[in-house]
């Protein structure tokens, strides 16, 4: 059994914002199980929170950004990568302004930072996305490919092409998470010379230095222009290295630009929500086709979890009551009996089967020529089905009936009709207290969710 990690102590990370240019303190602080990893506005009131999830990303321009209710974090991915990369599921990341520390453009000062306030196992056990089947995200126009295949770990395989003579095509593999922090962690964001002078001109990155970035230079460069970004940066002298780098730092891979891609893709990825089982494969990564490829996985993840949901009906196994047991709880009689079977019960759940026919009485007046049941009568066999659940908590269910005192949170997902066979299935939200129940309940037909609700219900004696 895997479990789930945060941090032992909170520690604090300080540097400038990339865009802004102002100086931005990030804590980390320990979070509970399955807290999952959020961040939190200290500098405004009252402290607003963005959860890192792929729903509230509103940028990928220059970096991924998050924003909720009107409040936005930006260049969160390196942040959201040293976290991924250290396999940490729950965090509170706590910063002073509207955007994390660029440092030096890489996750390694997060990840030191990390490992200094102990990486320690939780009692939950990790959830992981496991991938079953290939995922894949394309988009021609740019050339971009991300696939997802079967694997027992998480792996990436990243590939670059930029189609110039300084930076052609790279490849970068991470076989083993273990190693991201070693062999990804420390890789450095790049430009190219005639981005960075754009970013400068319209006072973009007023965070930028010569030691967050690497620096490529793709046309020959005059000694004057070099001059003047010695200038900006504060730098004696600037010149361009034979790499077609400038001089302002030395690679720490030969490859660093793909596994600075491949850093960007962990870390954009962790917005799916869950930690993968799978190869990632990506062809020409980028921001927006990152968090477009997470968005497909969250929507596989979202299946998934409702596909491990949905009950299990055999109709040929002998139900835990038939109709004549469900008379024998219920005072509902034909044509208002909407439950047909109970196959599932314990003291914490429920689950109940309607088989839908043309014969329905309320067919006649609804919607006649285009049958559909009612949401109402929906609701009141999801009713019932619950009140098999209350009922049995008391000896004598007979002399008790379930009044429904409140039913918050219905929606409406698909229409039922006649041929269809209804699975009702009601979870206890709280535990019982003086006759009060209140369930969380569901209805599929086939693998869809066609109906849910949250009911509060009360037993009483009859008079």
């Given amino acids: 059994m895997v479990l789930q990690k945060t941090i032992k102590k909170p520690i604090t990370v300080s540097g400038l914002g990339l865009h802004t240019g102002s100086r931005v303190n990030l804590t980390f602080m320990p979070a509970s199980e399955n807290h999952g990893i959020l961040f939190k506005r200290t500098d405004l009131e009252d402290a607003p929170e963005i959860e890192a999830d792929v729903s509230y990303v509103v940028d990928t321009s220059r970096g991924t950004t998050l924003e909720k209710n009107g409040v936005r974090v930006h260049t969160v991915e390196h942040v959201l990568s040293a976290l991924a990369g250290l396999e940490i599921d729950n965090m509170i990341v706590e910063v002073d302004g509207p955007e994390t520390p660029i440092m030096d453009g890489?996750?390694?000062f997060f990840v030191e930072a990390l490992l200094d306030a102990e990486v320690i196992d939780q009692d939950a056990e990790k959830?992981?996305?496991?991938?079953?089947?290939?995922?894949?995200?394309?988009?021609?126009?740019?050339?971009?490919?991300?696939?997802?295949?079967?694997?027992?770990?998480?792996?990436?395989?990243?590939?670059?092409?930029?189609?110039?003579?300084?930076?052609?095509?790279?490849?970068?593999?991470?076989?083993?998470?273990?190693?991201?922090?070693?062999?990804?962690a420390p890789c450095r964001t790049f430009?190219?010379?005639?981005?960075?002078?754009?970013?400068?001109?319209?006072?973009?990155?007023?965070?930028?230095?010569?030691?967050?970035?690497?620096?490529?230079?793709?046309?020959?460069?005059?000694?004057?222009?070099?001059?003047?970004?010695?200038?900006?940066?504060?730098?004696?002298?600037?010149?361009?290295?034979?790499?077609?780098?400038?001089?302002?730092?030395?690679?720490?891979?030969?490859?660093?630009?793909?596994?600075?891609?491949?850093?960007?893709?962990?870390?954009?990825?962790?917005?799916?929500?869950?930690?993968?089982?799978?190869?990632?494969?990506?062809?020409?990564?980028?921001?927006?086709?990152?968090?477009?490829?997470?968005?497909?996985?969250?929507?596989?993840?979202?299946?998934?979890?409702?596909?491990?949901?949905?009950?299990?009906?055999?109709?040929?196994?002998?139900?835990?009551?038939?109709?004549?047991?469900?008379?024998?709880?219920?005072?509902?009689?034909?044509?208002?009996?909407?439950?047909?079977?109970?196959?599932?019960?314990?003291?914490?759940?429920?689950?109940g089967v309607k088989n839908v026919?043309?014969?329905?009485?309320?067919?006649?007046?609804?919607?006649?020529k285009e049958p559909v049941m009612p949401g109402v009568l929906q609701i009141e066999a999801l009713a019932q089905t619950g009140g098999i659940l209350i009922l049995g908590t008391v000896p004598d269910p007979e002399n008790y009936i379930t009044l429904f005192l409140r039913i918050d949170d219905v929606k409406f997902r698909s229409k039922v009709i006649p041929g269809d066979t209804i699975i009702f299935k009601l979870d206890l939200v709280s535990p019982i207290r003086r006759g009060l129940c209140r369930m969380k309940g569901v209805a599929y037909v086939g693998n869809k969710v066609v109906m849910e609700a949250v009911m509060l219900a009360q037993i009483v004696k009859k008079k």
Avoid: C, W
């Fill in 127 to 184: 959830d992981y996305f496991v991938v079953d089947s290939v995922i894949s995200y394309t988009d021609p126009d740019n050339k971009i490919e991300i696939i997802a295949i079967p694997s027992r770990k998480f792996k990436v395989s990243v590939m670059i092409d930029f189609e110039t003579k300084v930076l052609s095509t790279q490849n970068a593999n991470l076989d083993n998470i273990k190693l991201f922090k070693d062999q990804i």
């Fill in 357 to 368: 026919t043309m014969n329905e009485g309320f067919f006649v007046g609804h919607f006649p």
């Fill in 106 to 108: 890489s996750a390694k």
């Fill in 191 to 351: 430009v190219f010379l005639h981005d960075l002078e754009y970013l400068l001109k319209n006072d973009l990155i007023k965070g930028g230095e010569l030691n967050n970035a690497i620096v490529f230079v793709n046309k020959v460069v005059e000694q004057e222009e070099l001059d003047r970004l010695a200038g900006i940066f504060d730098k004696p002298k600037v010149k361009v290295k034979s790499e077609g780098i400038l001089n302002n730092l030395d690679l720490h891979f030969s490859n660093e630009p793909a596994r600075h891609k491949l850093l960007d893709v962990v870390g954009d990825l962790s917005l799916a929500g869950k930690p993968i089982k799978g190869h990632i494969i990506a062809n020409r990564p980028g921001h927006a086709a990152n968090v477009e490829f997470a968005r497909l996985l969250k929507r596989q993840i979202s299946k998934t979890s409702t596909d491990e949901n949905i009950p299990e009906y055999d109709p040929n196994k002998k139900p835990v009551y038939d109709i004549n047991g469900i008379m024998k709880f219920l005072p509902h009689r034909p044509p208002f009996l909407f439950v047909d079977k109970i196959i599932e019960l314990s003291d914490q759940h429920v689950v």
